[in-house]
T-cell receptor, first 116, second 112 residues
Framework: DQQVKQNSPSLSVQEGRISILNCDYTNSMFDYFLWYKKYPAEGPTFLISISSIKDKNEDGRFTVFLNKSAKHLSLHIVPSQPGDSAVYFCAASARDYGGSQGNLIFGKGTKLSVKP | EAGVAQSPRYKIIEKRQSVAFWCNPISGHATLYWYQQILGQGPKLLIQFQNNGVVDDSQLPKDRFSAERLKGVDSTLKIQPAKLEDSAVYLC??????????FGSGTRLTVV
């Protein structure tokens, strides 16, 4: 049973336009969400995160939106650049009974292609 | 700061053979993770260490997989014997605090 779902395996966007990557989760206990970016032959690199007490977090061209009632988050990249072409993973975690943040649960990823 | 180092980068073995992967985390990072990423899927946690103690190994197939973290620094992950379905990228990550995961480049294992 997948707790973190990225239903779009791929997305193609024109350079300069907005890229929107979506992620849904099923576990209502998740309270911390992250996006990772992965280039071929490299490990995932942290991009941006959001805590459940917020509904938006922005860092330069990257903005993550969280809709807790819908259990949905999205990553917006504006404007998209060819160098943004990579696989983007959504990840989530929940605090355990001791209050410590739990391990990250990853989605399957969305491959973004930004065309010049 | 130096990143998470992993070796080898690639490994091809026959089924039923043994293989070991090595990871050197970022200096000072107490928490170390091993993830398995099968093609087309997201990374899946295999084991988490806090210093040299195991915090979570609930998803580690213990009949064939083993891992250790010597002196709370370097770690090795071993598969013995390997199966075809073990073909994946094995990622090591370390963190100082939650959200600060740094991943290594991974070891791509192909079992034939």
């Amino acid at each position: 049973d997948q707790q973190v779902k990225q239903n779009s395996p791929s997305l193609s966007v024109q350079e300069g336009r907005i890229s929107i990557l979506n992620c849904d989760y099923t576990n209502s206990m998740f309270d911390y969400f992250l996006w990772y970016k992965k280039y071929p032959a490299e490990g995932p690199t942290f991009l941006i995160s959001i805590s459940s007490i917020k509904d938006k977090n922005e860092d330069g061209r990257f903005t993550v939106f969280l809709n807790k009632s819908a259990k949905h988050l999205s990553l917006h990249i504006v404007p998209s650049q060819p160098g943004d072409s990579a696989v983007y993973f959504c990840a989530a975690s929940a605090r355990d009974y001791g209050g410590s943040q739990g391990n990250l649960i990853f989605g399957k990823g969305t491959k973004l292609s930004v065309k010049p | 700061e130096a990143g998470v180092a992993q070796s080898p980068r690639y490994k091809i073995i026959e089924k039923r053979q043994s293989v070991a992967f090595w990871c050197n985390p970022i200096s000072g990072h107490a928490t170390l993770y091993w993830y398995q990423q099968i093609l087309g899927q997201g990374p899946k946690l295999l084991i988490q260490f806090q210093n040299n103690g195991v915090v979570d190994d609930s998803q580690l197939p213990k009949d064939r997989f083993s891992a250790e973290r010597l002196k709370g620094v370097d770690s090795t992950l071993k598969i013995q014997p390997a199966k075809l379905e073990d073909s994946a990228v094995y990622l090591c990550a370390s963190s100082y605090e939650m959200g600060g995961y740094t991943f290594g480049s991974g070891t791509r294992l192909t079992v034939v």
